[in-house]
Nanobody, 123 residues
Framework: QVQLVESGGGLVQAGGSLRLSCAASGRPFSSYTMGWFRQAPGKEREFVGAIRWSSVTNYADSVTGRFTISRDNAKNTVYLQMNSLKPEDTAVYYC?????????????????WGQGTQVTVSS
């Protein structure tokens, strides 16, 4: 069993930055592929990006070049650095974990989820 707790959300102006953190319990954290998803009001939850144990990453086109995912296996934590934020990035952001080394972009492929953290970008 893995428990995930996100933090770092908040209100930021367009063009600003935020860094989200996701702390994981359970071992071995390093064997899990970690993903970030987001869900805006009235929309489906969508893939943002993911990172393998080896730190290989994959991103949605909408955030490529602006968002960066990293992980610290010693701290059981994954991060989402968000730069050049836009109002359309406003959403609840969720951290997720899946067993195994492959990158996954679909919600059903993930085994564990955090409770989410709100990110609001004002124009």
């Amino acid at each position: 069993q893995v428990q995930l707790v996100e933090s770092g959300g908040g209100l930021v102006q367009a063009g600003g930055s935020l860094r989200l953190s996701c702390a994981a319990s359970g071992r071995p954290f390093s064997s899990y592929t970690m993903g970030w998803f987001r869900q805006a009001p009235g929309k489906e939850r969508e893939f943002v990006g993911a990172i393998r144990w080896s730190s290989v990453t994959n991103y949605a086109d909408s955030v490529t070049g602006r968002f960066t995912i990293s992980r610290d296996n010693a701290k059981n934590t994954v991060y989402l650095q968000m730069n050049s934020l836009k109002p359309e990035d406003t959403a609840v952001y969720y951290c997720a974990a899946k067993r195994g080394p492959t990158i996954a972009t679909m919600r059903y492929q993930y085994d564990y989820w955090g409770q989410g953290t709100q990110v609001t970008v004002s124009s």
